[in-house]
């Protein structure tokens, strides 16, 4: 099988293999011959559509024809546009959503922390107030990292340095503070050292009336300008809270304590029919046995932000929803931005032609439950079951505002390939074979083994182990390698 046609709707089939000019492809109980050669991941007329006939994918429109296409033609940019336009607005349509709770005895190795949350690793964070002292950070932790090596249940010792912390007004100044107070309060880290400099204006001073109420000992304060050596006194910040993270071991916990972060990028044709469908489907089993999954990337709902509204758990979040898509259409207006030009290069050369298509690619990672709650940036999770979190599409941004909202662990599904994690574990999932093969240093999990005939059950059963053994201590490929930036979203000027 050369190709295949996702939905009995529509009217293109995707190629699982190039094709080449006059071959006979067969789909279903009808045959086709290709017109022209076509590259895999890409879609091919099934049939004659009509100039400004909608093109059909997944069941849904992703654009239209903007010429006349013969059945067997490739589809892509030289004929499809997106029927995208600016604000919408949007019904509410009251449904009796009910989804299906397990019981569950499957447990998985985490640190229970004082404050009830649980932890998958039982890290050393030095966290920096601005930029200025990023380095001092660094060189803290790497000092620290030799001389307290192999310290029993101690994971790692990290520095999470950023671009900001000082010359920012308003909102960019609040949520740099909200970002880094977030990831203060982080279950992942057992100990953390924030590290300032000190005429800064996200200042140790300032940044304790956002990060509020913390426990003393977990929590450590050093202003560099105040002491002759910060590095030394840096070092024996970081041997207390050693100590103080010493005390927690790895204990049985409920899959119901976990928030998986729901990610992609560098998607390509095959993300909506593999890697996105089978996370939707892990994320539909964590949360039926009571834990939680967040979906952000609000640029790449775009196009299919009705099917999420329509699994809305009531109007309150219905409006929530409504709210999300159209201020994220709204900031990108007020920059006289056009909000449909989101595939990239890479994916355009992967088989998706439009927003909509990607979206409704996206948007599978979410699975089929009821979302339950909308987060703003910089929100922590306050309800199980499915979030969406407002956040932009660029891979770093939107995989550390999903850590900051409480996930200790990202599902990352991609077809082109990234070697990117961030402060969170973060599993590499490949849309296909070719290039999990390719990139074993980058990835953790094939699922395009989907296409060569293994089931969804069984993809969905191993996945489910990798991120058991991945919150009970196993390494991710991306933390094997060192990837732990964090970036932080921008929206105003620099002074």
Same mark, same amino acid.
């Given at each position: ?232 006194? +840096?070092?024996?910040? =970081?041997?207390?809270?050693? %100590? &103080?993270?010493?005390?927690? #071991?790895?204990?049985?916990?409920? *899959? ?110 979410? +699975?089929?439950?009821? =979302?339950?709650?909308?987060? %703003? &940036?910089?929100?922590?999770? #306050?309800?199980?079951?499915?979030? *969406? ?107």
């Amino acid at each position: 099988m050369k190709i295949i046609k996702i939905h009995e709707e529509d009217n293109i089939a995707v190629t699982l293999e190039d094709v080449k000019k006059g071959e006979t492809l067969t789909s279903g109980s009808s045959s086709l011959v290709a017109l022209e050669d076509i590259d895999k991941g890409h879609k091919i007329a099934l049939r004659d559509i009509r100039k400004d006939e909608n093109i059909i994918k997944y069941g849904f429109p992703i654009g239209h024809a903007i010429c006349d296409i013969k059945a067997g033609e490739w589809v892509h940019t030289h004929n499809l546009k997106t029927n995208l336009g600016e604000i919408l607005e949007y019904e509410y349509h009251e449904k009796n959503i009910k989804f299906e709770q397990l019981k569950c005895d499957i447990t998985f190795k985490g640190y229970r922390r004082k404050n009830g949350k649980v932890g998958i690793r039982n890290e050393i964070w030095i966290i920096p107030t601005v930029s200025c002292v990023n380095r001092n950070a660094e060189l803290i932790a790497k000092r620290a990292a030799r001389e307290f090596e192999g310290i029993e249940g101690i994971d790692g010792i990290y520095e999470l340095k950023h671009p900001y912390g000082c010359s920012q007004l308003g909102s960019d100044l609040f949520y740099t503070q909200k970002i880094l107070a977030d990831l203060v309060n982080h279950p992942n880290a057992g100990g953390v050292l924030v590290l300032g400099l000190g005429c800064e204006n996200n200042n140790v001073e300032e940044f304790k009336k956002v990060l509020g109420n913390y426990d003393q000992d977990r929590v450590k304060f050093l202003v560099a300008q105040e002491v002759e050596d910060e590095i030394e006194v +840096g070092v024996e910040l =970081v041997k207390e809270l050693i %100590e &103080y993270a010493s005390q927690f #071991k790895r204990e049985e916990c409920p *899959l119901s304590d976990l928030v998986i972060g729901l990610k992609c990028g560098g998607s390509d044709g095959f993300s909506g029919i593999t890697a996105n469908p089978l996370v939707g489907a892990f994320s539909d089993k964590i949360i039926a046995y009571g834990g939680s999954a967040i979906l952000t990337e609000v640029p790449e709902m775009f196009g299919a932000e009705t099917i999420l509204m329509d699994r809305a758990k009531n109007k309150e979040v219905f409006e929530k929803i409504v709210s999300l898509i159209n201020n994220f259409k709204e900031y990108f207006m007020s920059y006289n931005q056009p909000i449909y030009e989101n595939p990239s290069p890479g994916n355009k050369k992967g088989g998706i032609t439009t927003l909509e298509e990607k979206s409704l690619g996206c948007t599978q990672k979410g +699975g089929k439950s009821p =979302v339950v709650d909308v987060l %703003e &940036y910089g929100d922590v999770i #306050k309800e199980k079951g499915l979030n *969406l979190l407002s956040g932009p599409g660029n891979d770093m941004v939107a995989s550390t505002v999903l850590a900051a909202a409480g996930c200790q662990v990202i599902l990352f599904t991609t077809g082109r390939g990234t070697p990117l994690g961030t402060v969170v574990p973060t599993v590499k999932i490949a849309t296909n074979s070719e290039i999990y093969k390719k990139k074993l240093m980058w990835m953790d999990f094939d699922a395009g083994r989907l296409l060569s005939g293994e089931t969804m059950e069984t993809l969905q059963r191993e996945l489910l182990e990798y991120v058991i053994k991945v919150a009970s201590g196993m390494p991710t490929k991306s933390e094997l390698m060192g990837f732990r930036e964090i970036a932080i979203f921008k929206n105003g000027v620099t002074l």
